[in-house]
């Protein structure tokens, strides 16, 4: 039987509804806020200048390092200047996190505080590395769906002050806040007889994912994690190009996401795709590079921004024909890789800012990328 929901609960869903169903137009407007963190490309992605290399840097040439967790003295999603955005209950007590509230009143079919390589230091020029620890996922909820929803807030006249948002302050700092990681990917399709490059795209179900739904975004995307909660999963799978070929197989080829995980870690030289991408990747069918690290400036989500060419033939090969829906939402399957379709979803159609951003980069070093 379904609960009466109190003022409150009504309220906080009135405002994340309007948060859910005005995203982009919210993101643009959040990047104003932001004058030291020039938006990236034109698009409303926020970025640093050690986070933005002068040119494509291969996946593997970016030291990874992982290492306990850090003293940390930023905001986290228990601090006080979060509570009055939460909602109250019937009883008179209020949700302790944003995520809290959000499995009670709105949760999308795949919510889950799975642990995840939470960002510490990113360079990514002169000496490419980055340096991660232990997080989990609900880390990134809790701040930065909090502040979305804050500034949806002010900007609809329920609050007069977005003290969270002030509290956070630089966006681009890791010390401020907890930083989960997306990797973002945009994946071509490179026909070198005819120069002509394709892409696919996704646009995200609302009531499937937990966070950017209804908009486009490039394919795959998805948190740099563990497959598995199992502590041998952590050492294997802390690699980017793992990363995406995982999300490869899931969202173009529609494989399963289940890799029994449990009983042992992922063997990426036995899985034939892995093993026969990363061999593609040898021979030079299959180039991976990392263009940079953004940060959505509503919600402060943070992506590392990649590109994944793929000749025709081993594309075909390795993906078929692309579904045209998957378990997050439906796949425009093959968009050309040109400078008006750049445009138009960079600039005039709902696509995550990550997305947008990641494509003016690639269309900045398509000298390089189609190479």
Known sequence: MTR?????????????????EHRHELAVCAAREYPDSAALERTPLLSAPLWLPDAPIGLDDIKLQYTPAEAFSGITG?????????????????????????????????????????????DLQSNPHMVFCDGKYFDGTDLGDAAAY??????????????LRTAIGDPCDPARRLVNV???????????????????????????????????????????????EEPWNTGNDFSLWRGVVRELAEELRGDTENYDTHHGP?????????????????????????????????????????????????????????ADTNSEGSILPAVPFTAEIVERYARNEPTQAAGAGLLRLAWRHRAVLLS
């Open 4 to 20: 009466q929901l109190t003022n409150s609960e009504q309220q906080w869903l009135r405002v994340r509804n309007h948060l859910s």
């Open 78 to 122: 228990t601090d006080p200047v979060i509570r009055r955005l939460l909602p109250v209950r019937a009883d008179g007590s209020r949700y302790r996190t944003y995520s809290e509230a959000v499995a009670a009143l709105a949760a999308p079919t795949i919510f889950e505080n799975r642990s995840t390589y939470r960002l510490l230091r990113a």
């Open 150 to 163: 804050e500034f949806t807030a002010a900007i609809l006249g329920e609050i007069s002050t977005q003290d």
């Open 182 to 228: 997306a990797i973002s990917t945009l994946t071509l399709r490179y026909d070198r007889t005819t120069g002509a490059a394709t892409f696919p795209l996704h646009r995200r179900d609302g009531a499937r994912v937990g966070h950017a739904g209804d908009m486009y975004q490039v394919l795959p995307v998805g948190v740099f994690q563990p497959a598995g």
């Open 266 to 322: 992922i063997d990426y030289r036995s899985w034939p795709f892995a093993s026969d991408l990363t061999r593609a990747l040898g021979s030079g069918e299959v180039r991976a590079f990392c263009l940079g690290v953004g940060v959505d400036p509503l919600t402060f989500a943070t992506d590392i921004l990649t590109a994944v060419i793929v000749d025709a033939s081993p594309y075909d090969e390795l993906f078929g024909q692309v």
